[in-house]
Nanobody, 129 residues
């Protein structure tokens, strides 16, 4: 059974940093991707970053490029989202999610939300001005 367990988040002032973690378990090979999403109050959930395990390709939405960094520690089966230069507009509940990928599929952009089958429990990030 695939499981994603999140940690991190909290309250930070604008300009500060936070790191989110997502421990992934249950996959038997490297044919999957991990994505990060967020949902701000009154807004739809949006994908902000993803990484393919087999190819280690990373993609970011424009609003976080240069400020957020997605990386993984394969020995710990953990994917991290390092968030720097945070702004109040980053306030949201953040989710990690997992999507199976066919071995021949190489992502060239953010993977659509409807491809993700498994989700973490979500964690609140609040950025004060």
């Amino acid at each position: 059974e695939v499981q994603l367990v999140q940690s991190g988040g909290g309250l930070v002032r604008a300009g500060g940093s936070l790191r989110l973690s997502c421990v992934v378990s249950g996959f038997i090979d490297d044919d999957y991707a991990i994505g990060w999403f967020r949902q701000a109050p009154g807004k739809e959930r949006e994908g902000i970053s993803c990484i393919s395990r087999r190819h280690s390709r990373r993609y970011y939405v424009d609003s976080v490029k240069g400020r957020f960094t997605l990386y993984s520690d394969n020995a710990k089966n953990t994917v991290y989202l390092q968030m720097d230069s945070l702004i109040p507009e980053d306030t949201a509940v953040y989710y990690c999610a997992a999507a199976y990928l066919s071995r021949s599929y190489v992502p060239t952009a953010l993977i659509p939300e409807d491809e993700y089958e498994y989700w973490g429990q979500g964690t609140q990030v609040t950025v004060s001005s």
